[in-house]
């Protein structure tokens, strides 16, 4: 599979282990974004959601996956860096971002697991939608 | 000289469309995209200040010049992951 991605089907994180795996790792992290049950307003009230789209500018998203994964790879010293992210309807509970790093040391996996998933969400351009019972928003910024 | 405006999310939902194109003098800059795309579209006015530019699907200031055929993405602050 390509390492990197957009898809409107559910993540497959074995699938994802799998295409970063190698002789030169002795370790492989992941990382899971999931969509969450509870939102908060502005007020910080709690929101149930119902469900969550992502839209992307398609093929600037992609472009930026592979060049945050090619970074990682630069600075953590990592053997193979793998990240897709979901667009579309993502129910709740489902996975919306999947990472999955190899490294010779475990430490390195770690740490160039979260530099992708921060600059996921720092620079990649998507846009998450939450519908809730009363109706819909865009989530408006990298919190997370 | 014409441009291509791609618009995603809160900014194409407040312009009721995904695309527009915009006439600009030659080498206008992304600022100078932006306030004509506000006159064009008045409803955009109260989400462009938020947004970022892309040219050619890279992050663009707003001091970048732009050329004929240059394509301009609107992006709102991203919420992925």
Redesign the interface.
Known sequence: MEKVGLTDRPLDVAALSTAVASDAAGAIATFVGTSRRVSRDAKNVERPVQTLWYEAYGRMAVKRLQEIADAAREQFAVTEVAVWHRTGEVPVGQASVAIAVSAPHRAAAFDACRFVIEEVKRSVPIWKRERFADGEEWVGGSGG | MRVEV?L???AR?AAGSASASLDLTDGATVSEAFAVLAEQHPALRAVLP?CRA?VD???APPSRRLTAGSVV?I???????
């Open positions: 791609l995603f999310a809160a939902e938020s892309a699907e890279e992050f993405a992006l709102p602050p991203v919420s992925g992951g």
